[in-house]
C-alpha cells in the first residue's frame, strides 16, 4: 500500500472513530451501561467513603408487629395515630411527614365521635412542630382528598406528594418537584421537608445521592406507643427532639421500591426496599450537598472525541498501557465527580476509546497479513517456506549472527552435467535444471528441510533450522529417497521428449554446526557454517566411486538404525579431511505399488527402482 493511500484510510479512520464516539452518546443502550456503573459507584462510594449526616432523619415504621398488634383495619386506626401523635408532640421533634395517607372521610357514622382522637392527636403534634401530610393519587393520576378537618388542624400548607417516578429500568434514582403528577400545586414531601429545615434554597432536581448516611434503621410504631404509655418521655426526647421524622409502612411486600443500593440495616442484602427510605434519602441529599447534577451534554461529547484519538498510534504495549490507564482513569474520575454531588456518564467514552483502539488493531491486522501476502508472493520463490514463515512470526531476527545447531546437511549434484551443458543450448538447459530443481525443492521441502542455494546443478539443503526437527538424520533421508523417486519420474517425462535422464549423486552428514544471518550488513543470508557443510558436499563425491546415490556419515545411519537396506562401505578417504566410515544406499526391489509422479513417500524404509509404463516401483523392508 502507498503512502497517499496509507494516508487516506488513517483518515478515514479517525473520521469513523469520530462518529461512532458522538452515536453513543444517543444510543438508548448506552443508558442502561450508565445507570449500571451509576449503581455499582454508589456501592462502592458506600464502602469506601460514605458521606456523615449531621441530624438524620428518623423513621417510625409501621412493621408487622405493629400490624399484629393491632386488630382494626388500617384505615381504622385513628386512636393509635393520635396516640402516636401525642408521643410525638411530646419530644418535640422539628417537622413530621406522613408517609401514610390519612382518612379521606370521617367515620362518625361508624362509632360517634371516632376522629377526636386522630385531630387531637394532630393538634397537639402541629402546636409542638411542623406536619405534613402525604398525598397520593387514584388511578386517573388526581391525588385523593384527606379529611378536610385533617388539613385545617395540619394547615393548608402541609399537603405533599409522596408519588416517586423510575427510571425506566424501574429503579428509584431521580428526585424532582412535580415530576411525576404535572400541573399541580401540591409539593413533593421530601422538598417540603427540605424547605421547612431552611434548605430551600437547594436545587430540587438531580439524582439522589445514595453515597450519603448509613443504612437507615427504625423504630416501631409499637415502641412509640408502649413509650409513651409508661411515660418514658426522656426516651421520646432522646430519639426525635430536633430531629426531623418521617411515618411510613414498613413490611415485606408492601409499598416497595427498588434502589440503586442496599439501604436498610435490617435487609442488609435487599434492594426493594420501602418507600419511605427513598423520602428519607432524598432529605439527606438536600441536607447534605444537594441533588446530584449532571454535568452538560458537551462533556462527555469532548470526551468521546479525546478518546477516538486512540485510533492513532500502532499497536504496542505502551499503547495498551495507556489504554488501561484511560478506561481506569475516566472511571475514576467520574466516581470522584460524583462523590462531589456531579455526575458524569462515561460509558459511551470508555466504548468510543474501546472502539477506536480495536479498530486500529484491526486495520493494522489487515494491513499486516496484505503485507505478508506480500512478502510471500515476492520473496517466498526466493527463500524456503520454513525460512520465511520463520520471518514472518519474527522469529529471524535481523542483523548478522548465528547460534550453535545440531543440522543434517544435505548436498545433491547432477553426474557430467559439464558434457551436457556443451551439447544443450542454454534456454533448453535453463529449462531442464528448473523442472529438475522443481521436483528437488519439492521432496526436501515436503520433509521440513530448509534449501540453502543452488550451486550451479548441485544444490544444498539442510534439517533442523529454523524448524526443530526431533531426528533431523531422518528427514534428510527421507527427503534424498523422494529426490529419487521425483528424479525417476521426471526421467520419464525427459525420455519422452527425446532428452537423456538425469543421474544423481547425494551426500548426507550431521553434526554441530553455526547457522544463521551471514553477511554483510546490507546483504546476508541465512546458512550453515561448519565443517559438517564440507564433509557432506565430499560424501556426495563419494558417490561416483562408491556406485551408490546415496552416501551418508556414520553417525547419519546410526540415527535411524541403518533402515531401507545400507551398506557399510567401511573406511573412506575423504579429500581435506580425516577417513570416514561410509555407508551406501541403492533401493532393493521387493514390493510394487503404482504412484504418480510427485507422490510423496513417507519413510526412510521405502525404496525404489524405475520400471517402465509410468509406474515406480518400490519396497519396503
Known amino acids: 500500500m502507498n503512502l497517499h493511500k496509507h494516508r487516506q484510510y488513517r483518515l478515514a479512520g479517525l473520521v469513523l472513530c469520530i462518529l461512532v464516539g458522538i452515536a453513543l452518546q444517543y444510543v438508548k443502550v448506552i443508558d442502561v451501561l450508565d445507570r449500571a456503573m451509576l449503581d455499582g459507584q454508589f456501592f462502592q462510594l458506600r464502602q469506601l467513603h460514605r458521606q456523615p449526616v449531621q441530624n438524620d432523619v428518623v423513621i417510625v415504621g409501621i412493621d408487622e408487629a405493629t400490624f399484629a398488634a393491632f386488630r382494626e383495619p388500617f384505615v381504622l386506626w385513628h386512636p393509635h395515630f393520635g396516640k402516636l401523635f401525642q408521643a410525638l408532640a411530646a419530644a418535640h421533634p422539628s417537622l413530621v411527614g406522613l408517609d401514610v395517607v390519612l382518612p379521606e372521610r370521617s367515620y362518625h357514622f361508624l362509632i360517634p365521635r371516632y376522629d377526636q382522637p386522630l385531630l387531637q392527636g394532630l393538634a397537639q403534634l402541629k402546636s409542638q412542630s411542623s406536619v405534613l401530610l402525604g398525598r397520593s393519587v387514584d388511578g386517573d393520576g388526581n391525588f385523593r382528598k384527606i379529611f378536610p378537618p385533617y388539613v385545617s388542624v395540619a394547615g393548608s400548607d402541609s399537603l405533599a406528594s409522596v408519588m416517586v417516578c423510575l427510571d425506566n429500568d ?80 414498613i413490611l415485606p411486600y408492601t409499598d416497595r421500591l427498588v434502589f440503586p443500593v442496599p439501604m436498610a440495616s435490617w435487609e442488609p442484602m435487599q434492594t426493594t426496599l420501602p418507600g419511605v427510605l427513598f423520602h428519607a434519602q432524598v432529605y439527606r441529599s438536600l441536607q447534605s450537598h444537594g441533588l446530584i447534577q449532571e454535568v452538560p451534554r458537551s462533556v462527555p461529547l469532548a470526551l468521546s472525541l479525546v478518546a477516538a484519538l486512540f485510533w492513532f498510534g500502532r499497536f504496542c504495549w505502551i499503547k495498551v498501557g495507556l489504554f488501561c490507564v484511560f478506561i481506569l482513569g475516566m472511571t475514576a474520575i467520574s466516581t470522584l465527580q460524583l462523590w462531589q454531588s456531579h455526575y458524569l456518564p462515561v460509558s459511551a467514552v470508555l466504548l468510543s476509546a474501546s472502539v477506536a483502539f480495536v479498530m486500529r488493531l484491526v486495520y493494522e491486522s489487515v494491513i499486516q497479513m496484505r503485507e505478508r501476502q506480500r512478502l510471500r508472493g515476492t520473496f517466498g520463490n526466493y527463500v524456503s517456506p520454513q525460512i520465511m514463515q520463520e520471518i514472518m512470526e519474527g522469529n529471524i531476527k535481523p542483523g548478522l549472527g548465528g547460534e550453535h545447531k545440531r543440522l543434517c546437511v544435505l548436498f545433491a549434484d547432477i553426474r557430467n552435467f559439464t558434457t551436457r551443458t556443451e551439447q544443450m543450448p542454454a534456454d533448453d538447459l535453463i529449462k531442464l535444471l528448473n523442472g529438475y530443481f522443481t521436483e528437488m525443492t519439492a521432496a526436501i521441502h515436503n520433509h521440513d528441510g530448509t534449501i540453502d542455494k543452488f550451486i550451479g546443478d548441485g544444490l544444498m539443503a539442510f534439517f533442523g533450522a529454523p524448524k526443530m526437527l526431533e531426528c533431523p538424520e531422518k528427514n534428510a533421508l527421507e527427503a534424498a529417497q523422494e529426490m529419487l523417486v521425483r528424479l525417476d519420474a521426471y526421467n520419464l517425462r525427459l525420455e519422452a521428449s527425446g532428452q537423456y535422464p538425469i543421474q544423481i549423486g547425494i551426500g548426507l552428514h550431521v553434526g554441530d554446526v553455526i547457522v544463521g544471518n551471514v553477511g554483510s550488513e546490507t546483504r546476508n543470508e541465512y546458512t550453515v557454517i561448519g565443517d559438517v557443510v564440507n564433509t557432506a558436499s565430499r560424501l556426495e563425491g563419494l558417490t561416483k566411486t562408491l556406485g551408490y546415490p546415496v552416501a551418508c556419515s556414520a553417525t547419519v545411519a546410526d540415527a535411524v538404525g541403518c533402515a531401507g537396506g545400507m551398506v557399510d562401505m567401511g573406511e573412506q578417504i575423504i579429500k581435506g579431511h580425516s577417513s570416514l566410515r561410509v555407508y551406501g544406499w541403492r533401493p532393493k526391489l521387493i514390493q510394487t505399488l503404482q504412484a504418480v509422479s510427485g507422490e510423496h513417500v513417507p519413510s526412510v524404509v521405502m525404496t525404489h527402482v524405475r520400471v517402465p509404463g509410468e509406474v515406480i516401483v518400490t519396497e519396503q523392508v
Request: aromatic share 10%; glycine share 12%.
Open 170 to 249: 424501574g429503579i428509584a434514582r431521580r428526585f424532582e418537584e412535580n415530576l411525576c403528577v404535572e400541573n399541580t400545586p401540591v409539593r413533593t414531601l421530601a422538598g417540603r421537608m427540605a424547605e421547612l429545615q431552611g434548605l430551600g434554597q437547594k436545587k430540587l432536581k438531580g439524582l439522589v445521592d445514595f453515597s450519603v448516611g448509613d443504612t437507615f434503621s427504625y423504630v416501631s410504631f409499637l415502641d412509640v406507643l408502649s413509650w409513651y404509655e409508661k411515660g418514658d418521655i426522656s426516651k421520646l426526647t432522646r430519639t426525635f427532639s430536633g430531629k426531623p421524622v418521617l411515618v411510613g409502612v
